[in-house]
């Protein structure tokens, strides 16, 4: 060992040791929740798909309380079983009730889809 690295030795040695308040040093963390800033909002929802005959070719009816959890947009997409996607414009409509969504179900059956299918459905803003 040189000299001067026994000088650095002695004098780590002579500085007195000051222990650590855990708890302080604890208290200068942020909780997770103020990190993630706002609670992140549900974009998708799984809903059961139902099949109304006298609705038109590409139209929704959706509850407007479905709306508000998975956020506004003009177009949904209706994911089955993570096979097949359809799009369809949105209608608002009171009578749906807010775990379904009523679709013309009459091109559905070509793809395996059937009335009462649970679907996760998802807003597309364009």
Known sequence: MSAEEAKKQEQREELP????????????????????????????????????????????????????????????EVVVAHRHKFRYRVEKDENVPPNEVWVNGSKLPEYGVSDNTIVTVRTIKA
């Not at 929740?33 to 799984?46: A, I, T």
């Open 17 to 76: 040791r000051k222990k650590i308040d855990v708890r302080s040093a604890l208290a200068m963390i942020p909780p997770a929740s103020q990190l993630l800033g706002k609670e992140k909002k549900q974009r998708e929802r799984r809903v059961r798909l139902r099949f109304h005959d006298e609705i038109k070719e590409g139209i929704a009816k959706v509850s407007p309380d479905l709306l508000k959890e998975i956020g506004e947009g003009a177009y949904i």
